[in-house]
């Protein structure tokens, strides 16, 4: 899992070169934050791109960190800002920061993401523990995030094939999908 982490930090890198900026990853902001958080004792889970670079074999990249969190009151916020973290502001679903390298950082406190808290699986980074979703839980979120008329036509579209793309690596979660999660994946190409 960590080999795919390794992909996306280098694709970082990559995407800031192509773009003339100073070369930078992920890492040693995602490096503190699982510091901070398990300094603080906080249930977390990554969400979003970074779990699908640990949990997909094919190349992904992606420019910030998302983490799931029981409540916007849970967020160590002195910890952070001690740690360098800088306080963007709250959305209606989202709390903002930005880390020490300039790497966004967006929590949020979905009610429905608060049963994934407990099944993240732990992985290593440099000696710091990760949280991340569980591969079925992302599974069913990237279906669920598809599925919501609020977001952008193209990052529904996105979700959907991150979904498609997890149960090819992985068709035994097929057995895992609702009927109606199953419906709604059939109806798409490919």
């Known amino acids: 899992m960590i080999g795919n ?17 100073m070369e930078t990853t992920k890492r040693p902001d995602l490096v ?6 398990r300094d603080a004792d906080i249930p977390y889970a990554i969400i979003g791109g970074i779990a699908l670079q640990v949990h997909q074999a094919d190349p992904r990249t992606t420019l910030d960190i998302h983490l799931a ?10 910890q952070l800002e001690a740690a360098g973290f800088q306080y963007r502001g709250r959305f209606a679903h989202s709390d ?5 390298s300039g790497v966004p950082v967006q929590f949020t406190d979905d009610p429905a993401l608060a049963p994934v808290l407990e099944r993240a699986v732990e992985i290593d980074l440099d000696g710091v523990p990760l949280c991340v979703i569980h591969r079925t839980d992302l ?5 669920r995030a598809g599925s919501d008329p609020a977001r952008r036509g193209s990052k529904r579209l996105q979700d959907f094939a991150d979904a498609k793309a997890i149960l090819e690596e992985t068709p035994d979660l097929r057995g895992e999908l609702s009927d109606r ?3 709604l994946l059939d ?3 490919g």
């Not at 694709?11 to 003339?20: E, I, K, S, T, V």
């Not at 599974?139 to 279906?143: A, G, V």
């Open 96 to 100: 903002n920061w930005i880390g020490p």
């Open 5 to 21: 982490l390794e992909i996306g930090f280098q694709l970082d890198q990559l995407w800031h070169a192509l773009r003339g900026e």
């Open 69 to 78: 969190v029981a409540g916007f009151d849970a967020i160590p916020r002195a």
């Open 187 to 189: 109806a798409l190409p």
């Open 181 to 183: 999660e199953r419906a």
């Open 139 to 143: 599974l069913h979120e990237k279906i």
């Open 32 to 37: 503190a934050l699982g510091q901070v958080l």
